[in-house]
């Protein structure tokens, strides 16, 4: 058996998320589909880095599977990209250790959230970004509040109440917010994010900027450790996953 890594980006309007859910379209069903597929196999399987909620997408999501196949490396993305619908492609093969884990081997997570101030709403943008409509946040303020969150916190107040995981500690390594054009984006690396957490913030940050909350305002949510003292969380089709690393 070889273990094979792969990059995979995906729309992710057409699907209920990324994880398998029964009698639910999801990015992991179509991959392992084709995956059983090709080997012919029904045990074969895909690991990924993590989740994403229905709608959201990626660039640089990150699976393995263990295969016994000795297909050359270069033709493992032609293979699988034939048997995947067109909204989903393998981006990148490589051969990995054992050892290598998709989920627990990651060191860190970048994500991208955006948003558009165009008058009307383009007919082609309205599944990958957010429009804002009559609102245009002041991207200071967002930069100002944006500062308190980077470091190492406990995110209990920034992620979903459904949130399993009992550990709500995470570190923030970098958080920009930048406007290109009539594009809003806001990207944020960190080792690795909570339940809802991007999605989160964004909305924090977008209610800073129109001056529904101020920015020292997130330095007392954080230490609230209350999911309800935190506003809306930011909708999902302007999110992102660009990046996993290792």
């Known amino acids: 058996m070889r273990r ?54 990626a660039w640089g999501q990150v699976i393995h599977f263990d295969t016994p196949l000795e297909l050359p490396l270069d033709r493992w993305q032609m293979a699988l990209n034939v048997l995947l619908p067109k909204d989903v492609r393998i981006v ?59 470091g190492t916190h406990d995110f209990t107040s920034f992620c979903s109440s459904k949130t399993a995981t009992e550990n709500k500690v995470r570190t923030v390594r970098e958080l920009t917010i930048e406007r290109h054009g009539e594009e809003l984006i ?25 001056g529904w909350n101020e920015p020292c305002d997130m330095k007392e949510i954080l230490e609230a450790k209350d999911r309800k003292k935190a506003g809306k969380t930011a909708p999902a089709h302007g999110l992102y996953l660009m990046n996993v690393t290792y």
């Open 186 to 210: 806001m990207t944020v690396e960190g080792d690795g994010f909570l339940y809802n957490m991007v999605r989160t913030i964004a909305g924090m940050l977008f209610a800073v900027g129109i």
């Open 4 to 57: 094979v890594k792969a990059t995979v980006a995906y729309d992710g309007t057409g699907y209920a998320g990324y994880q398998f859910q029964p009698n639910m379209r999801t990015v992991q069903s179509v991959i392992d589909k084709a995956l059983v597929k090709l080997h012919k196999d029904s045990s074969i399987y895909s690991v990924a880095s993590g989740r994403t909620d229905a709608g959201v997408h």
């Open 92 to 150: 990148k093969t490589e051969l990995v250790d054992d050892d290598f884990h998709a989920r627990y081997s990651a060191t860190g997570k970048t994500y991208m959230f955006k948003w558009t101030s165009s008058e009307v709403q383009s007919p082609f943008e309205r599944n990958y970004s957010v429009h804002l409509g009559k609102w245009r946040p002041d991207i200071d303020r967002m930069r100002e509040a944006a500062k308190y969150i980077i």
